[in-house]
């Protein structure tokens, strides 16, 4: 019988190693338009976003959005959006992804005070969807399905 590394990879899944942090996050690297970050893998989180503080750095355009974002805090924040942006993940790659663009600096406030490092943003459900991911919790592994040429 094959394992679950087998039979995903046979299946055309790509596997990504997670960091599991001090504050029990997993921790990811990814590419956004080519430039790589550090990110926190949410599956609670409808969306994936990006700091505020990085538009530049990820060479992100942005437009006004209407949305407000919401977590476990009390209160909304405000958003901007990024269209057409292109993701990779280990050898797992995404184009024309939409990206929600928050302030972090709680998020990241929030890390540093558990001695953890800062992340450049969120990887979500949205993500996590479109690559049919499944997470192996006990070995640290997220596989995620690239898609076949032509399909």
Known sequence: MHDLKEFLLDKGYVRIKLKKTITNHFEINA?????????????GASK???????IAFFNLETKDSEHKASGAGPS??????????SIA???FKLKKISLILIDLS?????????????????????????????????????????????S
């Open 89 to 91: 993940i280990g050898k």
């Open 48 to 54: 994936s976003c990006v700091g505020t503080d990085d």
């Open 31 to 43: 590419r956004i338009n080519g430039i790589k970050g550090t990110f926190i893998l949410d599956t």
């Open 76 to 85: 909304e924040i405000d958003t901007l959006i990024s269209t057409k942006n």
């Open 106 to 150: 709680h998020i990241n406030k929030a890390l540093e005070n558990q001695e953890a490092g800062p992340v450049k943003g969120i990887i979500g459900a949205d993500i996590l969807h479109k690559g049919k991911a499944i997470i192996d919790y006990n070995k640290k592994y997220l596989y995620l399905l690239n898609k076949k040429k032509g």
